[in-house]
């Protein structure tokens, strides 16, 4: 089945580094752009960034440079978000997202989705 | 940049049609057919409802339906069914830094 595969939810305190993951399954995954999103408790979602698997080419929301990193590891077909310092406003449900691509066109919409890592930081 | 508009909160019976809007820019949703919808039921990850303002993907029933006039997008759903229930969110590409702009979401309670 074609999916992606987010990693467990996590409970960090402020300050503490993390990092959660995104596993593309069945399909090439070098072809297809990945994406992260936020949605805060009881909110919307929000864009963060989006990474190209083949070259680790990167774009970030101005709202979130400098805040998180994207990486990306083609071998095993993983993109990562990573924290170097936590704060409470980092509590959020983080979305991994496939961007549209079909025949060499890239597309701007998300066609599939991680079920979602949930991040709690609380003392 | 600032969020698209959307209401709140719409509602509809059973079997009755509905619509919601998503209010953007020149830059955005009224630059480009980039919008693109997305269905969010409580606890779940969104699914992608209508895609490049118009097109549903493979699987989405064809009571789903999208359009654009100007700066304004809006996703229609007729014939109502208590499954439709669910948050929707628009979303477009936007020209600019913050290349995607998402919707701030609207509930949809089916009475």
């Known amino acids: 089945e074609v999916q992606l595969v987010q990693s467990g939810a996590e409970v960090k305190q402020p300050g503490e580094s993390l990092r959660i993951s995104c596993e593309g399954s069945e399909y090439r995954f070098t072809n297809y752009w990945i994406a992260w999103v936020r949605q805060m408790p009881g909110k919307g979602l929000e864009w963060m960034g989006i990474?190209?698997?083949?070259?680790?080419?990167?774009r970030y929301s101005p709202a979130f440079q400098g805040q998180v990193t994207i990486s990306v590891d083609k071998s095993i077909s993983t993109a990562y978000l990573q924290w170097s310092s936590l704060t409470a406003s980092d509590t959020a449900m983080y979305y991994c997202a496939r961007r549209g691509y079909t025949f060499g066109e890239v597309y701007w919409y998300f066609d599939l989705w991680g079920r979602g890592t949930l991040v709690t930081v609380s003392s | 940049q600032s969020a698209l508009t959307q209401p709140a909160s719409v509602s509809g019976s059973p079997g009755q049609s509905i619509t919601i809007s998503c209010t953007g820019t020149s830059s955005d949703v009224g630059g480009f057919n980039f919008v693109s919808w997305y269905q969010q039921h409580p606890g779940k990850a969104p699914k992608l409802m209508i895609y490049d303002v118009s097109y549903r993907p493979s699987g989405v029933s064809d009571r789903f339906s999208g359009s654009k006039s100007g700066n304004t997008a809006s996703l229609t759903i007729s014939g109502l069914q208590t499954e439709d229930e669910a948050d929707y969110y628009c979303?477009?590409?936007?020209?600019?830094?913050?290349?995607?702009?998402f919707g701030g979401g609207t509930k949809l309670t089916v009475l």
């Open positions: 990474i190209y698997p083949d070259d680790s080419e990167t």
């Open positions: 979303s477009s590409y936007a020209r600019s830094s913050t290349l995607w702009l």
